[in-house]
């Protein structure tokens, strides 16, 4: 039986997934107060940023991927307008829920469902952008997830990957020592749980770098990939085009 990582546990590759549900289920009533906390807020720049990039017109059709609660497809919906399609989706049903009641609540109803990016429910060719933030190191199968990805999109279509990366080697010590000595007890405090948030820093460190994802990519069907560093490389926005 095939094994994989899970932070820098080894475990069988059919667990991995049930791993990360329970993380997810942990934290999803306190991750957005986290993602304010640990980023200083940063993580709404990327976001920003990310949307920018993806240059959406009125009509678009987006797929959100790992959409958790909703920060990119609500703004990818006010985007692409009434005539547009943002279809938001995660494979944990706990974030999902989170998600959709945030955008009712804002008073949006987008196309909501669970699934596994490993095996998209939707045919070939469908979307105009496919984006996932901070959800592909957290995928069993990388490889697969984004050739699914790329078998949506339609031809010239636009995947975006906001993924935390490899950070500039000056910082690397002091970006370590924020990693395992304050966000685990801050998950503790906030979120009431410290492993958490300690495999969140683990699953950084075993994720792809910049230029070891943009091979990825590009070996999964990509014509052409590019990648913007944030944050010194904390955060890194990779850019890939279906040809």
Known sequence: MSSTHFGFKTVEEIEKAKHVRGVFDSVASKYDVMNDLMSAGLHRVWK????????????????????????????????????????????????????????????????????????LPFADGQFDVVSVAFGLRNMTHKALALQEMCRVLKPGGKLLVLEFSKVAKPLEKIYDWYSFKVLPPLGKLVAGDDSSYRYLAESIRMHPGQQELKTLMKNSGFGHVDFHNLSAGVVALHVGIKC
């Open 48 to 119: 920003a940023y990310t949307v920018k990039v993806a240059n959406l017109k009125e009509g678009g059709q987006v797929l959100d991927i790992a959409s958790g609660t909703g920060d990119l497809a609500l703004a990818f919906a006010k985007k692409v307008g009434a005539s547009g399609r943002v279809v938001h989706t995660d494979i944990n049903e706990a974030m999902l829920s989170t998600g959709r009641d945030r955008l009712l609540n804002c008073g949006v109803v987008l196309p909501t469902l669970v699934c596994d990016a490993e095996k």
